[in-house]
């Protein structure tokens, strides 16, 4: 009997071999999910997004000249124009029309000057060692723009036959496109590498980029890389749009959360085990977020920076440039904008120095020079250090090569006092804000005003 049990055991052992010694078929060879390359200037970049119409009195691109040093010198690195197009005249809202509701996508809006002058924008955007992206509306175009005449078929109708304005939503000045046409995604995608061939740019941030299919934005990005490497930034939150298409996807979560946090003293558990657990185990490391507190749509539809985070809105800025994920800015919050502004009609921003404008310009700094904050694969992950009031601060520390930023946030509108386990990251740190040395010790307890915070760095 104890033979035969050997020799079960012995024939069992050859046909089940240890781990180490089988051969792992290809197959379970993990997979890169992302198959761009993502230009390396975005490694550390911040975005800024400008209004031409309301940017300045003029209005036009030869006064965004006039500001460019004082964006570089704020820390900005992409420059992304609101479309640049010519506006349709049929069904227009307001007295200027709305810039997506784009007339021709070959030609500049003479509301902002020539082609030339635009031209001379894009030098001026690299000789100050920043990039430039526009704008650019796939989805749909303006009632009057000539392919209506000219390709009558490139457009989708209604069960009547007629043309068709965005299902659902108020986009009544525009017309949508039938993306199951090819010769309609050959000049759509030749139109893009019109702008990359002709005036240099860097790139495009897509709007609606999910209300047109993948497979286009897969092909365009792949015949504009041809050309250069270029920055794709969606107008989506898509994690499938990072595969083969877009660098970067919007945040908007994020922003709906921070905003509940801040107007409705919301538990932060929807921003630390919703979007930003979400964000690390589900989205690939090589894809960008873009954060933000304001833009062009929430500036114009949903309140001003004030009304959507009051008291709490440096504590968001902060967060959105320490957290993973790209930082933007949208034109004129550095000058404290208060106000809605006109999206139809001209509407300038006041500029005024900020405060604002200075913590912008802390914050980049340090993003540009600590590793750790770099965007995407090139920084490092978020991870969280555990305290004893979780409801309402956030504590993390991200690394990336030994250079290391621990950010404490009061997420909540009372005093807290908050002990922090720091045992792993105790050490000598510089505070941001106040350029002074800080010993952080195996457990930190601080206790921290409403809406404050702490960004602590090493290199």
């Not at 810039?99 to 031209?119: H, M």
């Not at 659902?168 to 199951?180: A, G, H, K, S, V």
């Not at 919703?274 to 989205?283: L, N, V």
């Not at 933007?328 to 550095?334: D, M, P, W």
Request: with cysteine; aromatic share 12%; charged share 25%.
């Amino acid at each position: 009997m104890k033979s035969s049990a050997i020799l079960i055991l012995m024939a069992f052992s050859a046909i089940i071999k240890p781990f180490s010694a089988q051969e792992i078929s290809p197959r379970y060879t993990p997979k890169p999910y992302v198959e761009i390359q993502s230009p390396e200037w975005l490694k550390n970049a911040t975005i800024y997004e400008l209004n031409v119409r309301q940017f300045s009195p003029e209005g036009n691109f030869k006064a965004i000249e006039k500001q460019l040093s004082r964006l570089k010198k704020m820390g900005i690195d992409i420059i992304w124009l609101m479309p640049i197009n010519p506006i349709g005249e049929i069904n227009r809202k307001g007295s200027l029309g709305s810039y997506y509701s784009v007339k021709d996508y070959l030609a500049v809006n003479p509301e902002f000057g020539t082609k030339n002058d635009f031209r001379d924008l894009v030098n001026a955007i690299h000789a100050q060692g920043m990039h430039i992206i526009i704008d650019w509306v796939a989805n749909h175009s303006s009632w009057d723009n000539h392919l209506v005449k000219d390709h009558p078929d490139w457009y989708a109708r209604t069960r009547e036959g007629k043309f068709r304005p965005t299902p659902w939503r108020d986009y009544d000045d525009i017309i949508e496109f039938d993306y199951t046409k090819p010769a309609l995604r050959k000049y759509m995608t030749d139109a893009m590498k019109f702008w990359v061939k002709e005036y240099d740019i860097d790139g495009f941030r897509c709007d609606v980029a999910s209300f047109v299919p993948i497979d286009f934005w897969v092909n365009a990005r792949q015949e504009l890389d041809e050309i250069k490497p270029v920055f794709m930034l969606a107008e989506a939150m898509d994690k499938e749009l990072h595969r083969k298409a877009f660098d970067a996807t919007y945040a908007w979560e994020l922003w709906s959360i921070t905003h509940q946090i801040a107007t409705q003293n919301k538990s932060i558990k929807a921003l630390t085990e919703g979007y930003i657990a979400e964000h690390i185990s589900i989205f690939p490391k090589e894809a960008i977020r873009m954060n933000f507190t304001d833009n062009h749509d929430k500036n114009s539809w949903e309140g001003t920076q004030y009304s959507n985070f009051g008291k709490s809105l440096p504590a968001m800025m902060v967060l959105m440039t320490m957290m993973d994920g790209m930082p933007l800015v949208y034109n004129g919050q550095e000058a404290g904008l208060d106000l809605s502004l006109k999206f139809f009609d001209k509407d300038p921003i006041f500029w005024k120095k900020h405060e604002n404008e200075e913590i912008y310009t802390q914050l980049f700094a340090l993003k540009h020079k600590n590793q750790a904050l770099w965007n995407g694969k090139w920084g490092g992950e978020m991870v969280r250090i555990m305290n004893d009031k979780m409801d309402e601060v956030l504590s993390f520390v991200r690394e990336k090569n030994r250079e290391k930023v621990l950010t404490v946030i009061n997420l909540s509108n009372k005093t807290v006092t908050a002990t922090m386990d720091t045992h792993y990251d105790s050490g000598t740190y510089t505070n941001l804000f106040s350029g002074k040395e800080f010993t952080l010790p195996k457990n930190l307890t601080l206790t921290m005003q409403p809406w404050e915070y702490l960004v602590l760095h090493k290199e």
